[in-house]
């Protein structure tokens, strides 16, 4: 398996989130449930990564998995 995320979109995933609970972002790309992890990294080096929503809203998740700015999208995708 190589060191690189596939890329699940050249996007953002745009998701309504709950303040006070922790989503799991998929790092790998190859979860079927994106942006969040359903187990797809298991044999990788890649690992989910904890978001806790601080307040109810409209997050951006990465979905190239390329971004700079941890979970959420920065433009990546569009160097790609």
Do not use: R
């Not at 187990?39 to 990465?62: I, N, R």
């Not at 979905?63 to 995708?77: A, I, L, P, R, Y």
Request: proline content about 6%; aromatic content about 10%; hydrophobic content about 30%.
């Amino acid at each position: 398996m190589s060191d690189a995320p596939v890329i699940a979109q050249k996007s953002p995933l745009p998701v309504e989130v709950e303040a006070g609970k922790a989503y799991f972002w998929c790092s790998c790309g190859q979860s079927s449930k994106q942006p969040f992890c359903d187990g797809s990294h298991k044999d990788t080096s890649f690992t989910p990564v904890k978001f806790e929503a601080e307040e109810d809203g409209k997050v951006f998740f990465c979905g190239c998995k390329h971004s700079g700015n941890g979970v959420k999208c920065d433009g990546s995708h569009n160097n790609l």
